[in-house]
């Protein structure tokens, strides 16, 4: 049950929802929107997005002796319009590994932070379709007494997930939430 009082938070696991539309509708996803979309007339404590920093220079724009910005890279713009949406950054760097494998997981982070946080919420939304969320979803529930909403791309949700939820939210419900062409 949703109502205008409730203190919600929002915990956004981007590498899961970016990758999702890109794969499932060659598009992006329009941040700002998804957290109103979210919120919906409560009352927004924190957003935060879980971000995986592959680029050393992130942070660091190239600029002239007058101070002026004359580069940022892709990555650098992407996390400066999360951050624009309202969200605060978590950012981890892009683990390589010796024989090429990476490891880019922020899953405990989100979950520490989720649970920490929980004590001044009523309502937690992970933004995810990732089944490994599913002992937070019940621990955030039954052991904390909080309301769980799952959000995520419906077609690349684990069932487990939409199951835990208190509400699950099918975003290919509502198109605002992607910019660029939908298939």
Known sequence: MRHKNQRVGIFVDVQNLYHSAKHLYQARVNFSQLIKFLVDGRQLIRAIAYVVKSDPLIGEAFRLKDKRVISKSPEASFFEALEKSGMDLRVKDLQI?????????????????????????????????????????????????????????GRSTSAKLKEAADLYIDLDDNPKILLGKRE
């Open 97 to 153: 590994f010796p024989g090429g494998v990476k490891k880019a997981d922020w899953d405990v982070g989100l979950a520490v932070d989720a649970i920490r946080m929980a004590s001044f919420l009523d309502v937690v939304i992970l933004v995810t379709g990732d089944g490994d969320f599913v002992p937070l979803v019940d621990y955030l529930k039954w052991g904390l007494g909080r309301q769980v909403e799952v959000a995520s791309f």
